[in-house]
């Protein structure tokens, strides 16, 4: 029955125990606890969090994702038939904060946790716990991208101390493999460079680049070396030795973590024709290798999201509301709510997508044309229908078609004909929205947009009069998705 109720808040601990508080439907409390994740712990909570209840009452367990801390307590609560809802941190804040605005403690924060399906019962979806390969996929996915992380930390560390042994850089581009080897033998020491000669360089240079690179390269080095010691000239607050030795150190580390992160690509590879034994994500434009795992570890299982639109709030995707009255601003700034990586994924996708995919291209010609977005911005507004296109592929379990702007499917060398000669954006538009003290676009996309000809491509409407600009931030202005 609603009236028997059981509203289980629980601030959860990393190194302390955890604060239960225990709530029936009508707010009053049942009872206060401690706990810790072990068997016995947890199951006199669910003896005191149902004592006095109907038979078959099943508990609402509100957590925060608090580290690792959260799992134990979802296994437990689910596995014996309970409803685990685990909440955003900053949802959880802005409620204590009504609640108690001066106070804070950790009985506060579970209370807090406790009256979350009272208050915003809508906006809580019960916690799923993914199957042993979803589950392996999770991780395989979390950890290459951790890796890829560190590993362009490290890249960019090496560079700033090679500019510092010599400030006209050689790597001004991709660190390759020739690369390092130059840096794992001499450290990036200009003195080493030079004396070990052109000759020996450039051998090296081609043996680890198999033959790709060679004495053009190796001149390269010597240049920047030259001029470093020229500049330098031995002086005391330059330690060439111990900046080459931290250089070798992060090649090093770099080295170790590009061979874990094959190690574990390798396996996510595996995993995810499991999962997605159709290849379902990698059938969507702009989700390749890297994207496809990422994106269906991320999402979860599809059907969890109601529709399209739900899983495209859920990646973050979607502006920020702020209408009052008669106004409703537009081209407000993203959430940002969801996961990190997925809305990585996604945007990176996007920028792909929209060059074979006509439909994505025409969101993408809109955007910068005729509103007035940067390449970033414009991208960013694909990438949010490429997650609705995401749900809707892997929910239906077919794999995705590219279509024209009227449905109509084609095959990858029209698509990429049609982008041409229809969706493609002017470079001089290009150029005006990377600088920021131009005119931008109209915000306004008329109805019944067309395909436009060149001259309407390059057509712009005249600017507004002062007293024209103020009668329409009055009147809401209509918008085109």
Not at 23 to 36: I, P, Q, T, W, Y
Not at 184 to 197: N, Q
């Amino acid at each position: 029955m609603q009236d028997d109720r059981r509203l289980v808040g629980i601030d959860l601990g990393i190194t302390s125990p955890h604060t239960v508080r225990v709530l029936r439907a009508d707010g009053s409390e049942v009872c206060r606890r401690k706990a810790v994740p072990t068997t016995e712990s947890l199951v006199e909570i669910e003896r005191a969090a149902l004592a006095g209840a109907a038979p078959g009452t099943r508990l609402e367990v509100v957590i925060e994702p608090t580290g690792p801390a959260w799992l134990p307590i979802a296994v437990f609560f689910i596995a014996r038939g309970h409803l685990v809802f685990r909440v955003s941190s900053a949802k959880a804040a802005d409620l204590r904060r009504f609640l108690s605005r001066h106070a804070k403690s950790n009985g506060i924060d579970a209370e807090t946790l406790a009256r979350l399906p009272l208050v915003d019962p809508g906006g809580l979806v019960p916690l799923e716990l993914p199957g042993p390969e979803a589950a392996a996929l999770d991780r395989r996915v979390r950890a290459a991208d951790r890796l890829t992380r560190a590993a362009a930390q490290h890249k960019v560390r090496i560079k700033d101390l090679v500019r510092q042994l010599m400030p006209v850089s050689p790597l001004v581009g991709e660190l390759g493999v020739s690369d390092l080897a130059v840096l794992e033998r001499f450290g990036g020491d200009p003195r080493e460079l030079i004396r070990f000669g052109k000759t020996r360089l450039a051998k090296l240079i081609a043996k680890a680049s198999h033959g790709a690179l060679g004495a053009d390269r190796a001149e390269r080095w010597l240049m920047a070396a030259e001029a470093a010691v020229d500049l330098y000239r031995d002086h005391p607050a330059v330690a060439f030795t111990d900046l080459a030795d931290e250089v070798r150190t992060e090649v090093r580390l770099l080295r170790a973590t590009q061979a874990e992160l094959a190690r574990h690509a390798t396996e996510r590879a595996a995993v995810y024709h499991w999962v997605d034994p159709l290849a379902l994500a990698r059938s969507l434009p702009g989700v390749a290798e890297i994207g496809a795992p990422a994106l269906v570890a991320c999402m979860g299982n599809p059907h969890r999201f109601a529709n399209g639109a739900k899983f495209r709030s859920f990646t973050g995707l979607t502006p920020r509301a702020s209408e009052t009255g008669d106004t409703d601003r537009k081209g407000q700034p993203m959430s940002k709510a969801g996961n990190r990586l997925l809305r990585t994924t996604l945007v990176r996708a996007a920028d792909n997508a929209r060059r074979v995919d006509p439909q994505l291209a025409r969101i993408y010609y809109i955007q910068m044309v005729e509103r007035g977005k940067d390449h970033l911005g414009a991208s960013c507004v694909v990438a949010a229908h490429l997650a609705e296109r995401a749900w809707a592929t892997l929910d239906r379990g077919m794999p995705y078609v590219i279509c024209d702007s009227d449905g109509t499917p084609v095959e990858p060398d029209q698509a990429k004909k049609i982008i041409a000669e229809h969706w493609t954006v002017p470079e001089e538009v290009r150029r005006r929205r990377r600088s920021k003290k131009k005119g931008k676009a109209p915000q306004q996309v008329h109805a019944g947009h067309v395909r436009p000809g060149p001259q309407r491509a390059a057509t712009r409407r005249p600017s507004p009069t002062p007293s024209s600009s103020r009668r329409a931030r009055s009147v809401k202005q209509p918008t085109a998705t």
